[in-house]
């Protein structure tokens, strides 16, 4: 049992670290003063999101943060 525990804790440092990368590389969400009076316009890149740089990270940052979730879970139950 020991080494199952050794085993997820590593994952977990690995995930985790995943995730503050994918998070810092994240840009923010600031639309400016136009994007507050009338809305964001939508472009092609607003449209195609999810295949933009953008949306890959935000998909890998869904995906790591399930992961971290699950395996800390897992690591609380076979404590």
């Not at 049992?1 to 994918?22: H, N, Q, R, Y």
Request: hydrophobic share 60%; aromatic share 6%.
């Amino acid at each position: 049992m020991a080494v199952v525990k050794g085993i997820l804790t590593a994952l977990l440092v690995i995930v985790e670290l995943f995730l503050i990368a994918v998070v810092l590389l994240q840009s923010g969400r600031k639309a400016g003063l136009s994007g507050a009076i009338a809305g964001g316009a939508e472009t092609f890149f607003g449209k195609n999101k999810a295949r933009s740089f953008e949306g890959k990270l935000h998909r890998l940052t869904k995906i790591s943060a399930v992961l971290f979730i699950v395996i800390a879970m897992v690591l609380a139950i076979l404590e």
